[in-house]
């Protein structure tokens, strides 16, 4: 397949905006915000930095949770860590707890 087929491909975002806790509350529109910016971190391969914006709020919100969930579960399927398998459990918990 070559380039002429008129096919066009996109990288994920290059600039991230930054991100700031405005509320102690995470209202639906910043909680949106918050997972397309992770997931765009995510497909960046800045792993770290999506984590760290998701687990905040992984107690209380319902998108940051699963997007916890997402990254614990990749990770454990990935490396095959023991240590890192049981932090996927406890994240799934945890998931379960804000959704229900």
Avoid at 4 to 19: H, K, N, R, V
Wanted: negative net charge; contains cysteine; proline residues 3%.
């Amino acid at each position: 397949m070559s380039d002429s087929d008129g096919d066009e491909f996109q990288d994920a975002m290059e600039y991230l905006p930054p991100t700031e806790k405005l509320t102690d509350d995470m209202d639906l529109s910043h909680a949106l915000d918050e997972a397309k910016l992770a997931l765009d971190l995510f497909m960046n391969n800045r792993f770290d930095e999506a984590r760290a914006l998701m687990t905040p709020w992984a107690d209380c919100s319902m998108y940051h949770a699963l997007g916890t969930g997402v990254f614990h579960f990749l990770e454990a399927a990935m490396t095959f860590d023991q240590v890192i398998y049981y932090s996927y459990l406890i994240s799934l918990i945890v998931t379960n707890s804000v959704i229900v």
